[in-house]
């Protein structure tokens, strides 16, 4: 399916995209949007014929818990509703603890990195497959950009992509920006990733900006796309036509005319890899043609546990299965691999957000940047989910937020933290006048007889009303 160029549809922007030229599809936030009542410009847009893609990002794909019905039952309804050729998620884990780790749930609000080991492989692999039996249209999935990497990994990123797309036949959304990101952080090397990923798999391609600081590349998505990004889209591209490119704006957004020369760098880009590209191309041979090829002429370097290739496959396990390979215990249960991952992620989470001890191997330099990151993030989000709050606390919202946020992590969604931070102001005793009276209403008429995060909740609000209201 050939998608062309598209953009990222931003309520902020709607105007925008719907008089853009060339625009030939649009990706939306599947969370953002409700199927009973979709933007008004998005149905222009399907109306014109621009495909509308939905790209989740809450699934938590590689995390240990296997996928939630209500949340694919709830992409699936966007994607039928959208009527769309495909639906999108991320290589990535969002929440951790719970019941696999017998510790308390914990939300990152973020897209983080699963361990490219045997083990996270084996889980995402299952993860995807039932995503891909719940869901009306085909699944491709996105690489994520990191600022942390976890020690012990046993794959590079190309590898573990390849891996991934042979066991599943899941597609591939390749964020380049992504791969710059992981190129500055991490030092992991772009090309050798085109090099090694499928790119036969890829259903299309992510173009977004982002800033450096202090050595430190944030994917932010609020500033011009940089001519690194631009620089590996031309070598994807040299290598296989892609289906479809788009650029993602999030934030900061700049006037139509600054979007569409971003557009138009996007395109000449694609142009000039095109012509310059070998007329055979790189990288296209099939999954199968390649496991096949590499089997034949093992390189020299390859680990004695996998295949030739790196494709993480021990010798004598059939192409396509989950086994858990050497240094394993295959006594241990079917869940083993999932339990040992479930621990692994609720550590490194609660080391982000709950100021736990940062696990072994990790760079607590880099841990620490991460940690605020994740909190300024959260910081930022709440106050777009619940205006009012910054509007109430005025100069004060944030630096109490960030000091609410380094003893409470985020267990409940954004919508959630937003009435327990302003619960915990109101409880802890700020100053009584008009700000105190206006957040007191606030909570009162948003945490209603039944909060969202459930009976418990709901319990600790009733008696939380009762107290504000003797006030």
Known sequence: MRLGTGIGWRPEIAEAVENMPGVDWVE???????????????????ERGVTVVPHGVSLGLGGADRPDEARLTALAERAEALGSPLVTEHIAFVRAGGPLTASPPLEAGHLLPVPRTRDALRVLCENVRAAQAALPVPLAVENIAALISWPGEEMTEGQFLYDLAD???VRLLIDVANLHTNH???????ARALDELPVEAIAYVHVAGGFERDGVWHDSHAHPVARPVLDILA?????????????????????PAELERELAAIRETLEKAG????????NTATLAGRRVASAAAPPADAPAARTPGGTGTAPGEAPGTDSPG???????????????VALAQAALLSALVAGTPVPEGFDRV??????????AKRADVVAKVAPELPEILADGYRPAFLAYAQRHPMTGGYRRDALDFAEHLLLTGLAEGAGTRRLREWWLERSGPAPLSGRPVARLA???RKALLRR
């Open 28 to 46: 939306t936030v599947a969370e953002n949007v409700c199927p009973g009542h979709l933007p008004e410009s998005l149905l222009r847009l399907r």
């Open 167 to 169: 066991r599943t036949g």
């Open 184 to 190: 500055v952080n991490r030092g992991e090397d772009p």
């Open 235 to 255: 070598d994807l591209a040299s290598r296989v036509t892609p289906p479809g490119v788009l650029l993602e704006r999030d934030e900061n957004f700049p006037e």
């Open 275 to 282: 012509t310059t590209a070998p007329a055979t191309g790189r």
């Open 326 to 340: 050497p240094g394993t215990d295959p006594g241990a249960g079917e869940d083993a691999p999932r339990q040992r």
């Open 366 to 375: 880099r841990l620490g940047v991460q940690a605020r990151a994740l909190a």
């Open 462 to 464: 009733r008696a939380t």
